[in-house]
């Protein structure tokens, strides 16, 4: 299944390892506007979901376990392969302290405000149906500079609203301090999946919240699919988005992605750039390739070279398509390291500075060819169209100074000059695997190791489950 040989991935390592850290822009005009970074808020994956213990709580027992929710999930062996850093039960309304600790890390890390998925009207008895207003509330609470863009979820229950009924659901919402508004007072609405209506439809709401709530508002739908509902929607949207695709081969650099994002500007609108790590769905049965961070850098250099005015990570936490950036068991922080620095160069123009050195590794735990001892009924499949998949492991650098960096996965070694600033090496992992092994990269300097690690998460050669996802680690 996995075609890449060897003697490719050495070239590919020197390759972008010497063009990569070229593509960075060293430095670029200050935008006349504050370009913002977002990141999408799914309610079901909270960092707990009960307050329990985490050896015990809902995601060790019931979504990790492939046997949990009674049997639910035991086809694709569990619903999730990933969670939240587990934290032990905590006093008082841990609800809404989860959600302050969430907001704040997401600023930490150059964020400024979360698009919550609003799945559900505020009356609904489920208990996502109030995580808006826990999220708006926490927002308030934490800093008066993170908002929350109010993004109506059209892919499910939100659909079967009237105009009327959607409004007085925003309406609801509309009034609190953290809600995102532009600077002329307009709320920002960025409805998921916004096709589920046409054009009229949405004028009807627009209307709606006008002339009944008083509360006009910017529209910036964001599509599946954006090209055939560019023309109709732009006479009522102030900007427009779309969820993306998860491989390189679905956001090239230069091409498709790009022309999109000028489609939208030349009608005088803004632009909210896609930006994603990875996904594997197991309950879909389907996964793409991301190509380690390939993917990720690739939305990041469409956003900055297409000059999007808006940028939106997708997801912060969705475990159950695999997507999160935020802070997880399978890969820390380090996918928010790397967003930190793609954002800073994003809004400023100005590629961060390295005081210090540090590394991001990933790779997956299995062979992609790998059958699990698990009795998967229903595998992932790689999606139709996406990058061929790849066994690899890569070395994302951000260096104060050149260096040389080696990578190395079991008995296969590869070292990579890399410059100052953002750098990469790739090697294969070894093919079969036989036994376990372990992923490990050191730079180094005139001959001297400066930054050594191991990957804390071992390739295993007969892995229980199915896992396609990339786990990462950081030092530095």
Known sequence: MVMLRRFLVVLIAISVATTFGQSMPAGRSVPAKPRLVFAHYFPPYPVSLDNAPPASDYYATQYLNPFGENGKHAAYGGLLRDRPIPREPRSGNWRAADLRDEVATAARYGI?????????????????????????????AVSPTFK?????????????????????????????PAAFRLDDGRLVV????????????WKTFLDIM???????????????????????????????????????????????????VRKVQQLGKIWMQPISVQDE?????????AENTQNLRNTWLI?????????????????????????????????????????????TGLAPQSIHDRVVLTHRTQLVATE???????????????????????????????????VRAGDRTQTCSV???????????????????????????????????????????RPYVQDLQYVAESQG
């Open 148 to 176: 929350i863009m109010l993004q109506p979820d059209m892919s499910g229950e939100m659909a079967q609203l009237t105009p009327t009924q959607l409004a007085a659901e925003i309406a609801y919402l509309a009034g609190q």
């Open 419 to 461: 410059p100052a600033g953002v750098g990469l090496c790739l090697v294969a992992l070894p093919q079969p695997l036989t036994a376990d092994i372990r992923v490990d990269a050191v730079v180094s300097r005139a001959g001297h190791p400066v930054l050594a690690f191991t990957s804390p998460y071992p390739v295993v050669a």
């Open 210 to 260: 006008r002339e009944t709530f008083h509360t006009p508002v910017a529209l910036v739908p964001l599509f599946l699919n954006p090209l055939p509902y560019i023309d109709s929607f732009a006479a009522i949207s102030y900007g427009m988005s779309e969820w993306g695709g998860r491989n390189p081969a679905f956001n090239p650099v230069i091409g498709a992605p790009s022309e999109r």
């Open 112 to 140: 400024d405000g979360f698009g919550i998925d609003i799945l559900t009207p505020h009356t609904d008895p489920q208990w996502v149906s109030a995580v808006p207003q826990l999220l708006l509330d926490a927002a308030a």
């Open 372 to 406: 699990p001892t698990y009795p998967t009924v229903s595998p992932m499949t790689l999606r139709a169209g996406s990058s061929p998949p790849r066994d690899t492991a890569e070395a994302l650098t951000f260096l104060r100074a050149p260096a040389e960096v080696t």
């Open 190 to 201: 960025s409805p998921v999946m916004a096709e589920r209506h046409d054009a009229t439809w």
């Open 281 to 289: 769905r197991p309950n879909q049965a389907v996964y793409d390739e």
């Open 303 to 347: 956003a900055i070279d297409s000059k999007a005015d808006w940028a939106l990570m997708v997801t912060w936490n969705d475990y159950s398509e695999g997507t999160a950036f935020a802070p997880s068991v399978k890969h820390g922080d380090s996918f928010l390291q790397i967003c930190n620095y793609y954002a800073g160069l994003f809004k």
